[in-house]
């Protein structure tokens, strides 16, 4: 079992920024990939970011790329989400989950395990 509890999210202006953390605790967590996936009021959960175990290949929806950054500190079983310039449409509650799939998950069904999420808001 791996536990993953994220926090940092919160109500933001547009163009501001938030840093999301995502805490594992279990199993060793250097043997999973981790992902961002967000999910706003009536739509289905969507793929945000990819990490792999090491942290050396991310991989970014388009809607995100160039605005946020993953990373993940294995000593601190932690990963993390840096989100800038946030827009109205980034606005959704936003959870971490993880695999121990090879290769780059995009599905939500391939995540085995996942965390409680946090709210992010962005007003314009």
């Known amino acids: 079992q791996v536990q993953l509890v994220e926090s940092g999210g919160g109500l933001v202006q547009t163009g501001d920024s938030l840093r999301l953390s995502c805490a594992a605790s279990g199993r060793t967590f250097s043997n999973y990939a981790m992902a961002w996936f967000r999910q706003a009021p009536g739509k289905e959960r969507e793929f945000v970011v990819y990490?792999?175990?090491?942290?050396?290949?991310?991989n970014y929806a388009d809607s995100v790329k160039g605005r946020f950054t993953i990373s993940r500190d294995n000593a601190k079983n932690t990963v993390y989400l840096q989100m800038n310039l946030l827009k109205p449409e980034d606005a959704a509650v936003y959870y971490c989950?993880?695999?121990?799939?090879?290769?780059?998950?995009?599905?939500?069904?391939?995540?085995?395990?996942w965390g409680q999420g946090t709210q992010v808001t962005v007003s314009s």
């Open positions: 990490i792999s175990r090491s942290g050396t290949y991310t």
């Open positions: 989950a993880a695999t121990d799939g090879p290769a780059v998950r995009y599905m939500a069904t391939d995540y085995r395990y």
